[in-house]
């Protein structure tokens, strides 16, 4: 049986099913067969652009980390690390610039999908210890980074007018393919993500406890704003989140205002949303750039800047894309989140 045909064998026994389990088994399905990354697959993300993304990141947590009086053991922490580039970026770039970084610490990779395990196996090699919750990372200094993960954790939503809200769930139609229940006809759409408040909470308890800082990197929007953010990507093209269930990038846009909530704790302090523009900025994404091409032929020159306008240009990545950090409340803002450090 296909996993289309079981979730409608699922809805015809147990009657509808709310938009958040839709997702999550729509999202685990989609992962667990397959590496959807890069141009043959459904999307592209900022490392796969361009090793600078890394290297920014890097930047950002050797600088955070001296700053910290440097720490002799560290837990570098990714979260849903997809092929392992940001990984493998974040790792050459801290043992070329603070070899001391690199000797104090150990990376661990928290990673559902088997496929993507074996995948980032490849490329790692055998250094980096797997999990497939944050939960099994032992206690310690953690520098942690999750881009693009909060956007595949599953959202409700609630339809309604007034003082009356009704969550939106999904239900086969009379032709037996899905529909979402009740219909949205004039009615507002508000979204909520207690899993991913659920998550933001857990990664700011271990900051309270440990000490480090962990860098969320999403689309999404500043201010809750009502409205239906829900959507899904196929070769690179929007498509139905109902049309194939697990397998279409199912993904909403991140509340960076709600994250905020769940990570301003009574230790801990959310910093930003920075647009992803004016962090790579601020970390000298742009100096970067210039040295690359330096030396670079005049083919390799041109990739380096479009890559480059990928990911800065407002109308490309660099104003949905959004950063936020977490960390404790006794600590100075981090780089990139000052605006007095801006140039
Ligand atoms: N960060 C990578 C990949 C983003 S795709 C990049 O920027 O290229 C989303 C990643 O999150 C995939 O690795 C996927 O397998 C993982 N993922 C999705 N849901 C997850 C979950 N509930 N637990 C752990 N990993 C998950």
């Known amino acids: 049986m296909t996993f289309e045909d079981a979730l409608k064998a699922h809805i015809r026994a147990r009657g509808a099913v709310s938009l958040e389990a839709f ?3 729509s999202v685990a399905h989609y992962y667990a067969t397959r590496d959807p990354i890069g141009r ?25 980390w001296l700053d910290d009086g440097c720490p002799d ?32 610490m150990d990376i661990h990779l928290i990673e559902a999908s088997p496929v993507l395990q074996k995948r980032q196996r490849t490329l ?3 250094g980096p210890q797997w999990h497939t919750s944050l939960a099994t990372v032992p206690g310690g200094y953690t520098l942690l980074v999750a881009n693009e993960f909060l956007d595949a954790l599953p959202i409700q ?55 480090g800082v962990a860098l969320f990197i999403d689309y999404g929007y500043a201010k809750s704003t009502p409205g239906d953010t ?42 930003g949303p920075v647009s992803q523009s004016e962090f790579l900025r601020r970390l000298g994404i742009e100096a970067r750039a210039r040295k690359l091409a330096e030396h670079a032929s005049s083919p390799v020159k041109g990739e380096i800047e479009s890559a480059l306008k990928r990911l800065i240009d407002p109308d490309q990545m660099g104003q949905l894309f959004k950063v936020m950090a977490c960390t404790r409340s006794e600590r100075a803002i981090p780089p990139g989140f000052n605006d007095a450090a801006d140039p």
């Not at 989140?241 to 990570?263: I, K, M, N, Q, Y």
């Open 124 to 126: 790692l090699g055998n």
């Open 157 to 211: 939503q609630h339809v309604g007018a007034d003082d009356v809200w009704l969550e939106r769930s999904v239900r086969l139609n009379g032709l037996g393919g899905f529909e979402f229940f009740p219909p949205t006809m004039n009615a507002q759409i508000r979204e909520r993500a207690p899993m991913r408040e659920e998550f933001a909470t857990a990664c700011a308890a271990r900051l309270d406890q440990n000490g």
């Open 230 to 271: 829900l959507q899904a990507l196929k070769c690179h093209m929007f498509v139905d989140p109902l049309g194939e269930p697990g397998e279409t990038d199912l993904t909403a846009h991140v509340d960076f205002e709600s994250l905020a909530r769940a990570l301003n704790r009574d230790n801990t302090t959310a910093h």
């Open 73 to 104: 053991s560290v837990h570098l922490v990714e979260i849903g690390p997809g092929r392992g580039t940001l990984m493998h970026d974040l790792r050459r770039t801290i043992a070329h610039i603070a070899p001391p970084l690199e000797r104090a």
């Open 23 to 25: 997702m999550a088994a």
């Open 40 to 64: 043959e697959g459904d999307f592209t993300t900022a490392p796969e652009i361009s090793q600078m993304f890394g290297e920014m990141i890097a930047a950002f947590f050797v600088q955070f």
